[in-house]
């Protein structure tokens, strides 16, 4: 039994895996100022929770955007798990080359995304990940990861709006009746949702010329569902698709 951690700068991502399966799965708010001892606590009840014991853990795979937390969740697996976690990073196989200026600078996150992807979809692709930053990542038929395109995730924009505007309220990113919103809340909804909608498929155009013609498209992240539901240029939906990528990057390395 696997337990894969995604350290993202808004949501911790927790996956326990049996085999191929992700039998568990939970998205926890990232929290600053927790210690290593309630993180482990954290982890612990989480394993209660999907009814599975602590001997039952055979690896702990970790990906990491947030350096200051991952120290204080390394220890807690350490102390509380009793596993050494594999940390994605230089120097672990992935079997995607990553032909960015400087590889040291992609999110490790980015990096699962694409082993997932091209494990199960193939090249050339677009993942499109819908997180506190929306990242748009290129992979080449062969596999390779070249780059891509950051923007602001919606619901920073959306915090943006509030905290800059002093007349705009904070809104929950729903669908709004009409595109012309006829009240503030539905006019920001209309803003970002489909504002956003069109970003999507502008960008997934400018990657398909460069990409060509047959790219896939997969979306990702917590928003992932309800951006596809406004549009037909993503193919697949895979909100769990970091977590996979990490149990593949463990299963690379563990038989190596």
């Not at 010329?209 to 896939?216: V, Y």
């Not at 979306?219 to 993503?234: D, H, P, S």
């Amino acid at each position: 039994m696997l337990l894969t951690i995604d350290i993202g700068n808004t949501n911790l991502t927790i996956g326990l895996f049996e085999g191929e399966t992700l039998s568990h799965h939970w998205r926890l708010a990232t929290d600053h100022a927790r210690m290593p001892d309630e993180y482990g606590l954290q982890l612990l009840g989480l394993l209660e929770h999907a009814g599975r014991e602590l001997a039952d853990l055979t690896g702990v795979c970790l990906s990491s955007v947030v350096p200051p937390l991952t120290g204080r969740v390394i220890q807690a697996c350490r102390e509380y798990l009793r596993q050494e976690p594999l940390v994605v990073d230089t120097g672990v196989k992935t079997g995607v080359r990553i032909r960015y200026e400087d590889p040291r600078a992609v999110g490790a996150d980015r990096v699962c995304d694409a082993v997932a992807v091209m494990h199960h979809y193939g090249g050339p692709a677009c993942i499109i990940d819908f997180g506190t930053a929306t990242t748009f990542n290129a992979l080449t038929r062969e596999g390779d990861y070249l780059g891509g395109a950051i923007t602001a995730g919606v619901n920073l924009a959306a915090e943006a709006l509030f905290t800059h505007a002093a007349k705009l309220p904070g809104i929950d990113l729903q669908r709004p009746p009409s595109v012309i919103g006829r009240n503030t809340v539905h006019a920001m909804q209309s803003g970002l949702l489909f504002g956003y909608v069109s970003m999507v498929e502008g960008m997934v155009e400018r990657f398909r010329a460069e990409l060509g013609s047959e790219m896939k498209v997969i979306a990702t992240g917590g928003l992932a569902e309800i951006i596809a539901r406004e549009t037909k240029v993503i193919h697949h939906i895979a909100p769990w698709l970091t977590l996979d990528g990490l149990r593949i990057i463990w299963e690379l390395n563990k038989s190596s």
